[in-house]
Structure formats: structure tokens, C-alpha cells
């Protein structure tokens, strides 16, 4: 059975810091780059960060670059998205999502916009101001 569980969200003030996690289970991990979005209530999904297998190469939405890391663990099959100086517009339901794309070089394409072929439940994250 083909899982992706993200966790880690919660309410945070604004300024401070949460580590967003995303364990990917029932397919073959090294093949498949992983995004994170997100949707704040009353608009659209958007696209936030990516990470590609391979180089490794990541890619980051204006709104989140120099704030969010994003990192992956081949060996636990694990994404990661390390959200510092969050502010209240950061608050929003996160997805992780994956997409089949091996030889993906994100330095290159400068794009997270792929179809995504597999999708993980979402974790709120919530900043007060």
C-alpha cells in the first residue's frame, strides 16, 4: 500500500521554527522527487518546495526561499521541510506529494510544477502573530 504520512505541524508563534516531516512507504522512494505545498483556507493550493532523487537538487517557492529547508533520508525513506521564521501568512494545511522523475534536475527547471503522482494527508500548521 502506497503511504505518504506528513507530520510535525502545530501551532507556533510567529518568528519560531517547525520541522515538517513526510514518510513515504509501498513504492520505490529513490525514484520519485517529493513536493510540499500548501492551501490556506479560501485559496488556491500552492506549490512550496521540492526535492529531487539523484543530485538532490531542491527548489523553493519565493514566498518560503531562505526561510524553509527542504532535505530527504533515502535510507528511511523520509522528506523533511524545516520551516524557520514562519509568519502568520505561512499558516496553512501541508502536503507532501510524489512524482515519478529519476533523472529530475531541479537546478535546471527551477520548477516544483509536475504531476504528482501520490499525495500524503495534510498537517496544519497554524502562527500566531
Known amino acids: 500500500e502506497v503511504q505518504l504520512q506528513a507530520s510535525g505541524g502545530g501551532l507556533v508563534q510567529a518568528g519560531g521554527s517547525l520541522r515538517l516531516s513526510c514518510a513515504a512507504s509501498?513504492?520505490?522512494?529513490?525514484?520519485?522527487?517529493i513536493g510540499w505545498f500548501r492551501q490556506a483556507p479560501g485559496k488556491e493550493r500552492e506549490s512550496i518546495s521540492c526535492?529531487?532523487?539523484?543530485?538532490?537538487?531542491?527548489y523553493y517557492a519565493a514566498s518560503v526561499k531562505g526561510r524553509f529547508t527542504i532535505s530527504r533520508d533515502s535510507v528511511k525513506n523520509m522528506v523533511y521541510l524545516q520551516m524557520n521564521g514562519l509568519k502568520p501568512e505561512d499558516t496553512a494545511v501541508y502536503y507532501c506529494?510524489?512524482?515519478?522523475?529519476?533523472?529530475?534536475?531541479?537546478?535546471?527547471?527551477?520548477?516544483?510544477?509536475?504531476?504528482?503522482?501520490?499525495w500524503g494527508q495534510g498537517t496544519q500548521v497554524t502562527v500566531s502573530s
Open positions: 506529494a510524489a512524482t515519478f522523475y529519476p533523472l529530475l534536475i531541479l537546478s535546471l527547471t527551477r520548477t516544483c510544477e509536475y504531476d504528482y503522482k501520490y
Open positions: 509501498g513504492f520505490d522512494f529513490d525514484g520519485y522527487a
Open positions: 526535492i529531487s532523487t539523484g543530485d538532490g537538487s531542491t
